[in-house]
């Protein structure tokens, strides 16, 4: 089955945005792997904590199927980080799937991975702004697929969000 990475905050990750479809991709029986910016323990905004099993630089999107960003307060720092940014950069190029959820999808934004894609994010007018200033078509959806790119707009779209992802991942 597929490998999986998803990218959470070190802190801030919103809990239920790794979880939820993380499981349900887990469900699938797809392996799924969980880096942060660096590998010290990463805490969500409701109290989780979890051990990244790597930090972004670590990654290679070489070994991965897909690539999902975790939104949550502290996701804005994914975004300015290049080692994230190249990650999503190189795994697009390669055509691998990309998700990113709430506040996430400024990351793949700002990657250059959104430019001409159906995208959505948490209805925050900065976050829309980010999503059109780099070329995404913002749709005021819950969850908007757009070839490899699935992106979601907060923690009620979780469940879908993994959903449209295990879909992805069977083509």
Do not use: W
Not at 37 to 59: C, S
Not at 77 to 101: F, M, P, S, T
Not at 127 to 139: F, H, M, P, T
Request: with cysteine; charged share 25%; glycine share 10%.
């Amino acid at each position: 089955m597929a490998k999986i990475l998803m990218i959470v905050a070190q802190n801030g990750f919103r809990d239920e945005e790794l979880f939820v479809p993380r499981e349900v991709l887990e469900k699938e029986g797809h392996n799924v792997r969980v880096a942060s910016l660096t590998r010290a323990k990463a805490t969500g905004v409701k109290g989780a904590t979890i051990q990244p099993d790597m930090a972004a630089y670590e990654a290679n999107p070489e070994f991965f199927d897909a690539i999902v960003v975790v939104g949550g307060p502290g996701s804005p720092a994914l975004a300015e980080n290049e080692d994230v940014l190249r990650l999503l950069r190189d795994a697009a190029e390669k055509g691998r799937v990309i998700g990113a959820i709430c506040i996430g999808p400024i990351a793949p934004a700002k990657a250059g991975v959104l430019a001409g894609k159906k995208a959505t994010v948490f209805p925050d007018r900065k976050a829309i702004s980010v999503l059109r200033e780099n070329g995404a078509i913002y749709k005021a959806e819950p969850v908007v697929v757009d070839g490899n790119v699935v992106t979601a707009d907060g923690p009620a779209s979780a469940g879908l969000f993994g959903v449209e992802l295990a879909k992805l991942l069977k083509r």
